[in-house]
């Protein structure tokens, strides 16, 4: 036990830039005090002790903000920041290196006693403040899932999952801001940059938009010029738009 909270707070120093000591770690966590304290009601859950593992349990939620059923699983160096709000169900596997943030749920679709109910967690997932993981699926290794995010189907490894419905993103701009946070240690939050499948649609349109006046406006300045080398006679209409002015910037901007 006491090596694993040695564990425990090496882990919140490492990934926590606030965190001064493990004294103050130790003393003033809340997050590590749930964790401590859910491993107490598993023991308990795990023997058979059922009343006394949920009011250990119970105590824990009354300390700190964070329920934990204590049937849940937790891997090593599950690092809970600030806390308050998560709620774990009782089917719930926790992986190593897992990262939660406030207000958190991993909770259940289903009423069926004995059933997988509640999300697994694969290794190295972060789940950003509010999101809501709800079923008994797996996010894969390394995943993330965005700020207030309502998941409700699984998340293949590496992924990133945003919105409600949350929406799985592969896009390589997502890899490599992955690469680039996992040299800091780990990616905050799950926070996306822009890459919201209904922003890209979007930016998408807009320059499809774009390139079609483009074209649109070379055709005429080409046919005006040819026109008037052959039959200068021939009036090109006075509306025909020779020029572009399609803001597609101003437009992308306002979907970012």
């Known amino acids: 036990m006491l090596a694993r909270l040695r564990e425990d707070i090496a882990c919140i120093l490492e990934r926590d830039p606030a965190a001064r000591s493990a004294f103050e770690v130790l003393t003033c966590y809340p997050g590590l005090h749930a964790i401590v304290i859910h491993r107490w009601a598993h023991a308990c859950w795990r023997r058979g002790w059922h009343w006394l593992g949920r009011f250990i349990s119970q105590t824990g939620r009354f300390l700190t903000g964070i329920e934990i059923h204590p049937g849940a699983t937790l891997g090593r160096r599950v690092f809970i920041d600030h806390g308050m709000g998560v709620v774990v ?10 990262t939660i943030y406030q207000g958190v749920t991993l909770g259940g ?39 207030s995010a309502v998941v409700v189907k699984p998340v293949p490894a590496g992924a990133t999952a945003v919105g409600n419905p949350a929406r799985i993103l592969h896009a390589p701009d997502d890899a490599a801001r992955e690469a680039a946070a996992a040299k800091m240690g780990f990616s905050a939050y799950g926070v996306t940059q822009g890459d919201d499948p209904v922003s890209q649609a979007m930016r998408g349109l807009i320059d499809s938009a774009a390139g079609h006046e483009h074209q649109i406006a070379m055709l005429w300045q080409a046919l005006d010029t040819l026109i008037k080398a052959q039959n200068p006679d021939v009036c090109v209409p006075s509306d025909a738009q020779r020029a572009e002015a399609f803001d597609a910037e101003g437009l992308k901007g306002l979907v970012k």
């Open 109 to 147: 679709t289903s009423l069926y006693k004995g059933a997988k109910r509640h999300p697994t967690l694969g290794k190295g997932v972060i789940v950003g403040a509010n999101s809501q993981v709800l079923g008994g699926f797996t996010v894969g290794d390394g995943a993330r899932i965005g700020s």
């Open 89 to 98: 169900g009782e089917t719930a596997e926790i992986g190593d290196d897992c």
